[in-house]
């Protein structure tokens, strides 16, 4: 994230004078941000409170799923809430080293969110096509995806330790602000940061997405060729039919978690290029503001997207609002959600399969 007139945009260097902002725009910035920040908190911390209560019997899904709510949170605290603060004062408040930690950590949450994402996708080809990898994995101390996806994540946002700092705009008044070698030095960041936070991310999860399509109607196809007199289903072959049907929906949802980050994301890129490869580009207009603000409503989604998938949504949330305590909680939430069979599934399988 880079600080144009408006800090919501990925980079820019500071203005040649401090030109007044508009104050009917910033009201609606801030009115914007409020909204994602609490829906994003709320949801996000309310569904990983309730993963954390049940760490214990976590499925290898539900993991990946838990880590995308810390990725989210990352985002809705270090991302969406500066954010909302720099639009009410205007001015970054704050030490050269507040600077530039916030401008880390608002890429960090971007980068993990998107890997996590990616991540998710990875391990659900593994289930479907690669089902025995994913056994042997599952008993593993450390979740290797998802430590990938933290290390990407925290390497990731490293340059902005080195691009931004607290700089004086103009006379008196200073800012958080990215010095970049004119004029190859700012397009050469926002295309690099497009290709590895989003470009490359895509086209990794497209290519999961097919294959495990691709698998799951030849399987369909297989099971339709199966004659109705024939005799019943051996109990390996039951088992592996249990596994494919929970695997659909945990890929289901993974393909909905995807459409979902696509929608979100491609209108603040697009307008990143474009305002980085276009000179003449209306970075000031109302349009251009609000499109670089709705990414962050991908932080909204993730966790409406799992409860979705969970069931009985609007007793979920209600239940995610009103629960009280550990005991007290009515209804678990986090049942059903993907097929709790999937590792038994699986590891039935594997056995059967070694005899």
């Not at 144009?4 to 203005?15: D, G, I, N, V």
């Not at 801030?30 to 976590?58: D, E, H, M, P, Y």
């Not at 991908?298 to 305590?325: D, E, H, Q, W």
Request: proline share 5%; net charge positive; aromatic share 10%.
């Amino acid at each position: 994230i880079i600080k144009t007139r408006y800090p919501e945009s990925l980079a820019e260097s500071p203005p040649a004078e401090d030109d007044p902002r508009d104050e009917r725009l910033a009201r609606v910035e801030i009115a914007l941000l409020s909204v994602i920040f609490s829906t994003a908190g709320l949801l996000n911390g309310g569904l990983l409170l309730a993963l954390w209560r049940r760490r214990k019997q976590l499925s290898r899904m539900r993991v990946f799923v838990f880590h995308l709510c810390v990725a989210d949170l990352v985002v809705t605290f270090f991302q969406v809430c500066p954010q909302l603060l720099w639009d009410i004062t205007d001015r970054f408040v704050g030490p050269d080293a507040l600077c530039r930690a916030v401008k880390y950590l608002q890429v960090v949450g971007m980068f993990a969110s998107t890997y996590m994402i990616v991540a998710m996708t990875v391990d659900r080809y593994q289930a479907v096509c690669k089902p025995m990898v994913t056994f042997q994995r599952r008993r593993a101390r450390w979740n290797g995806p998802v430590c990938a996806a933290w290390c990407v994540s925290l390497l990731g946002g490293l340059p902005q330790l080195f691009i931004f700092s607290r700089v004086e705009v103009a006379p008196g008044v200073y800012d958080c602000w990215a010095q970049f070698v004119k004029p190859w030095g700012l397009r050469a960041y926002v295309t690099w940061t497009t290709l590895v936070i989003f470009v490359l991310p895509i086209l990794t999860v497209v290519a999961c997405q097919v294959r495990i399509c691709r698998a799951v109607r030849v399987n369909f196809h297989a099971k339709t060729q199966h004659p109705a007199g024939d005799k019943p289903l051996s109990s390996r072959a039951s088992s592996a039919a249990g596994v494919s049907k929970a695997r659909v929906k945990t890929v289901k949802m993974t393909v909905v978690i995807v459409a979902a980050y696509v929608a979100c994301w491609t209108p603040f890129f697009t307008v990143q290029l474009w305002s980085v490869w276009d000179s003449e580009a209306p970075t000031h207009s109302a349009t251009f503001t609000i499109l670089m603000l709705l990414g962050s409503l991908n932080s909204c989604a993730n966790p409406c997207i799992y409860l979705l998938f969970s069931g009985k949504l609007p007793r979920r949330v209600a239940t995610l609002m009103c629960s009280r305590g550990v005991g007290n909680t009515p209804l678990d939430f986090t049942q059903n959600a993907f097929g709790d069979n999937i590792d038994e599934s699986i590891e039935k399988l594997y056995i059967s399969n070694s005899l």
